[in-house]
């Protein structure tokens, strides 16, 4: 158990429609990250939170938009769905590491979300 | 800007060893690499972050070569459980803490 939560776990639903994925992450993680994992493909960045700010974007489409709430959870929200976007979508959180070269901790991930829009 | 990883596949056999190449055309801050099974999240390795550092558990270990801009994950005498989807995620620093992952290499391990 990573201590990310993720849900729903699967989501069905038809293209146009708008959908919520919802990310709790692990205690005291910042860092809210969001994938796309297409089938047997990468992992695409989306976008980046920090305790509640966006910090960075990749290669996120207009159509989807993000926020992280003051509790840390942050939710993705998918609209207009087209085909293309069927995908597991992964959220990670992250701590920095400790030493003197501060930088990004262990990403830990949800069991993700797998959406399959018809 | 996404890491590059060769190769793209390897199919080994059990006892035999394996190595991953990462590297990137940007500085790299820090290198990640994350092992996926089909259908499951991915679980974290190892982190390194100095250029220069090699870091290793059991019979899996990696180097970064932060001149070069690349790092290396080494699998000796691998395993049946070693086979699935190696990831390195590569942090560049002055980018807006912008984590990405490389292609990924899909490596079996055949008994």
């Known amino acids: 158990d990573s201590g990310v939560t993720q849900t729903p776990k699967h989501l069905i639903t038809a293209t146009g429609q708008r959908v919520t994925l919802r990310c709790s992450p692990r205690?005291?993680?910042?860092?809210v990250y969001w994938y796309q994992q297409s089938l047997d493909q990468g992992l695409q960045f989306l976008i980046q939170?920090?305790?509640?700010?966006?910090?960075a974007k990749g290669n996120i489409l207009e159509r989807f938009s993000a926020q992280q709430f003051p509790d840390l959870h942050s939710e993705l929200n998918l609209s207009s769905l087209e085909l293309g976007d069927s995908a597991l979508y992964f959220c990670a959180s992250s701590g920095v590491t400790s030493g003197p070269r501060v930088g990004t901790g262990e990403l830990f991930f949800g069991e993700g979300s797998r959406l399959t829009v018809l | 800007q996404q890491p590059v990883q060769s190769p793209q596949a390897v199919i080994l056999r059990e006892g035999e060893d394996a190595v991953i190449n990462c590297s990137s055309s940007k500085a790299l801050y820090s290198v990640h690499w994350y092992r996926q099974k089909h259908g499951e999240a991915p679980i974290f390795l190892m982190i390194?972050?100095?250029?220069?550092e090699q870091k290793g558990h059991d019979k899996i270990s990696a180097s970064f070569n932060e001149k070069k801009q690349q790092s290396s994950l080494y699998l000796t005498a691998s395993q049946l459980s070693y086979s699935g989807t190696y990831f390195c995620g590569t942090e560049r620093r002055n980018y807006g803490q912008n984590f990405v992952f490389g292609p990924g290499t899909r490596l079996s391990v055949l008994p």
């Open positions: 205690s005291g993680d910042l860092s």
């Open positions: 390194l972050l100095k250029g220069g």
């Open positions: 939170y920090y305790n509640g700010e966006e910090r």
